[in-house]
C-alpha cells in the first residue's frame, strides 16, 4: 500500500480515540461528530485489514496494532505540522517537489493540473507561508517549501515502516527498502548482503540506488533513503549518525605489464611519483589520505590526470595507459584474477578507510529494515578480519 493513501484526519481520529478512551471523549477533542469518528476507524481498518481497537464495555482499547500505527502516526503529525494539513495536499506537493513541474507533477499524479495547483495552494494558505516560486515553465521551492517537502517525505517514511510493522503482526514479513550504496560497497558486502537477506526475506523488495556521498546524503534526509553504506565521514552534521562496519585497506594498482609492475620490486614514493594517477575529486577521504603520502615525504603530489570515481571508468583507462590509482582488491577482485591489471604495492604509509552504514539520527528502523542491518553487520564480519 501507499503510504501516502493514508487519510491523515483518520489517523488522527484512532489517535484521539487512544488518548481519549472513548469515541464520545474523542469526538469532542477533536470537534467531530461521534458517527465521523465510528466511520473513520472503520474505514482505517478496512484499508489496512486489521483491527486497530476492543471495543470493550468500558471504552476502547487499542490492539497491539493500534498501538504500532498510534507510534508511527506520531511522529508523523510532527513532521506534518498543522492538523488542517490533508492527505491530498500533501501528496500534491511531493509530487511537485519530485517532479519539479505542476505539468510532469499532474501526469505523474494521473490528476488535473488545475487540481494540483489548487492543493498546492490551499496548503500555503495553511502553512501561512510562500512555497513555491515560478521559473518560467518549472517551479521552486522556496525555503520554507524544501523543508515542507522534506518534512512531507519523512512523514511518509514512517507511514511505510508503520505498514510493513502492520504486516509483520499478520506474520508476513515484507516491505520495501531502500539503500543508498556507495562504491566500496557494491563490489562484495551489499552483494553478499542482499543475498544472504533475500533467502531469509524473499517477499521484501530491495531498492539499491547508487552514487557518491554528496549525490545521497540529500535523499537519505529526505527519507528517500533509508540507510546508506560507504566510506566514513570524519565529519557528519548531528542529524546523520554512522555505524562502523570493516576496514577497508586499498593498494596501488595499474595496467597489467605497467613499468611499475614489471619491475618485480617496491617502487619507491619517488617511483610513484612519477606517473599520471587516476583518483576521485575532493573532498573524498581517500584523495585525501593520498595527498598525504607524498606530503609527508617532502614531495609535491604527482599529476593527478584524471579525477573520477566510477570503478568502470577507472579500470577501462588503466588498461589504456601507464595510469597509477589506490583502489580496494575487492572492487576489481574479476580484473586482477584475470590479468588485466596488477597489484603494485601496499601504498607507502597507511591507507585505511572505514566503511560505514550512515542512518537519520531519529530513524526509527522497521523490524524488517532492522532485521536487513543486521545482515549487512554480520557479512561484515565475515568479509574481512579488520574488523572497525
Given at each position: 500500500m501507499?503510504?501516502?493513501?493514508?487519510?491523515?484526519?483518520?489517523?488522527?481520529?484512532?489517535?484521539?480515540?487512544?488518548?481519549?478512551?472513548?469515541?464520545?471523549?474523542?469526538?469532542?477533542?477533536?470537534?467531530?461528530?461521534?458517527?465521523?469518528?465510528?466511520?473513520?476507524?472503520?474505514?482505517?481498518?478496512?484499508?489496512?485489514?486489521?483491527?486497530?481497537?476492543?471495543?470493550?464495555?468500558?471504552?476502547?482499547?487499542?490492539?497491539?496494532?493500534?498501538?504500532?500505527?498510534?507510534?508511527?502516526?506520531?511522529?508523523?503529525?510532527?513532521l506534518?505540522?498543522?492538523?488542517r494539513?490533508?492527505?491530498p495536499?500533501?501528496?500534491a506537493?511531493?509530487?511537485?517537489?519530485?517532479?519539479?513541474?505542476?505539468t510532469?507533477a499532474?501526469?505523474?499524479?494521473?490528476?488535473?493540473?488545475?487540481s494540483?495547483?489548487?492543493?498546492?495552494?490551499?496548503?500555503?494558505?495553511?502553512?501561512?507561508?510562500?512555497?513555491?516560486?515560478?521559473?518560467?515553465?518549472?517551479?521552486?521551492?522556496?525555503?520554507?517549501?524544501?523543508?515542507?517537502?522534506?518534512?512531507f517525505?519523512?512523514?511518509?517514511?514512517?507511514?511505510?515502516?508503520?505498514?510493513?510493522?502492520?504486516?509483520?503482526?499478520?506474520?508476513?514479513?515484507?516491505?520495501?527498502?531502500?539503500?543508498?550504496?556507495?562504491?566500496?560497497?557494491?563490489a562484495?558486502?551489499?552483494?553478499?548482503?542482499?543475498?544472504?537477506?533475500?533467502?531469509?526475506?524473499?517477499?521484501?523488495?530491495i531498492?539499491?540506488?547508487?552514487?557518491?556521498h554528496?549525490?545521497?546524503?540529500?535523499?537519505?534526509?529526505?527519507g528517500?533513503?533509508?540507510?546508506?553504506?560507504?566510506?566514513?565521514?570524519?565529519?557528519?552534521?548531528?542529524?546523520?549518525?554512522?555505524?562502523?562496519?570493516?576496514?577497508?585497506?586499498?593498494?596501488?594498482?595499474?595496467r597489467?605489464?605497467?613499468?611499475?609492475?614489471?619491475?618485480?620490486?617496491?617502487?619507491?614514493?619517488?617511483?610513484?611519483?612519477?606517473?599520471?594517477?587516476?583518483?576521485?575529486?575532493?573532498?573524498?577521504?581517500?584523495?585525501?589520505?593520498?595527498?598525504?603520502?607524498?606530503?609527508?615525504?617532502?614531495?609535491?603530489?604527482p599529476?593527478?590526470?584524471?579525477?573520477?570515481?566510477?570503478?568502470?571508468?577507472?579500470?577501462?583507462?588503466?588498461?589504456?595507459?601507464?595510469?597509477l590509482?589506490?583502489?580496494?582488491?575487492?572492487?576489481?577482485?574479476?580484473?586482477?584474477?584475470?590479468g588485466?591489471?596488477?597489484?603494485?604495492?601496499a601504498p607507502?604509509?597507511?591507507?585505511k578507510?572505514?566503511?560505514?552504514?550512515?542512518?537519520?539520527?531519529?530513524?526509527?528502523?522497521?523490524q524488517v529494515?532492522?532485521?536487513?542491518?543486521?545482515?549487512?553487520?554480520?557479512?561484515?564480519?565475515?568479509?574481512?578480519?579488520?574488523?572497525?
Amino acid at each position: 500500500m501507499d503510504p501516502s493513501r493514508l487519510n491523515l484526519r483518520h489517523l488522527r481520529a484512532v489517535a484521539a480515540v487512544i488518548d481519549a478512551g472513548s469515541v464520545s471523549a474523542a469526538a469532542r477533542a477533536v470537534n467531530l461528530t461521534q458517527p465521523a469518528v465510528t466511520q473513520a476507524i472503520s474505514k482505517l481498518e478496512a484499508q489496512l485489514g486489521v483491527r486497530l481497537f476492543d471495543r470493550c464495555p468500558d471504552g476502547m482499547k487499542p490492539t497491539e496494532a493500534g498501538w504500532v500505527l498510534n507510534r508511527r502516526s506520531a511522529v508523523a503529525f510532527n513532521l506534518v505540522g498543522s492538523s488542517r494539513v490533508t492527505s491530498p495536499q500533501m501528496r500534491a506537493f511531493v509530487a511537485l517537489a519530485r517532479h519539479g513541474s505542476y505539468t510532469t507533477a499532474a501526469a505523474a499524479m494521473d490528476m488535473r493540473e488545475p487540481s494540483l495547483h489548487r492543493a498546492v495552494a490551499e496548503l500555503s494558505l495553511v502553512v501561512g507561508q510562500k512555497l513555491v516560486e515560478r521559473r518560467g515553465r518549472s517551479v521552486a521551492l522556496t525555503r520554507r517549501g524544501l523543508a515542507t517537502a522534506r518534512a512531507f517525505r519523512l512523514a511518509e517514511a514512517e507511514l511505510r515502516s508503520a505498514l510493513s510493522e502492520l504486516e509483520g503482526l499478520r506474520g508476513r514479513e515484507v516491505g520495501r527498502i531502500v539503500i543508498g550504496a556507495m562504491p566500496l560497497c557494491r563490489a562484495q558486502l551489499l552483494p553478499n548482503a542482499i543475498g544472504e537477506f533475500h533467502r531469509l526475506y524473499p517477499d521484501v523488495d530491495i531498492a539499491v540506488v547508487e552514487g557518491s556521498h554528496t549525490e545521497l546524503v540529500g535523499p537519505l534526509r529526505d527519507g528517500e533513503i533509508d540507510l546508506m553504506i560507504g566510506a566514513l565521514r570524519d565529519e557528519l552534521s548531528a542529524d546523520l549518525a554512522q555505524q562502523p562496519l570493516f576496514i577497508d585497506r586499498p593498494v596501488v594498482l595499474a595496467r597489467a605489464h605497467h613499468p611499475l609492475a614489471r619491475a618485480r620490486r617496491l617502487p619507491t614514493v619517488q617511483e610513484l611519483a612519477a606517473y599520471p594517477w587516476i583518483l576521485p575529486p575532493r573532498p573524498a577521504p581517500l584523495r585525501r589520505q593520498w595527498e598525504e603520502i607524498f606530503a609527508d615525504c617532502g614531495l609535491s603530489w604527482p599529476r593527478v590526470a584524471i579525477e573520477c570515481g566510477s570503478v568502470i571508468v577507472i579500470r577501462q583507462l588503466l588498461m589504456r595507459e601507464d595510469y597509477l590509482t589506490v583502489l580496494s582488491p575487492a572492487q576489481v577482485a574479476v580484473e586482477l584474477e584475470a590479468g588485466w591489471l596488477e597489484r603494485i604495492c601496499a601504498p607507502p604509509g597507511e591507507i585505511k578507510r572505514t566503511i560505514a552504514l550512515t542512518q537519520r539520527t531519529d530513524w526509527r528502523p522497521s523490524q524488517v529494515q532492522q532485521r536487513f542491518i543486521d545482515v549487512v553487520q554480520d557479512q561484515a564480519k565475515r568479509l574481512t578480519p579488520n574488523k572497525a
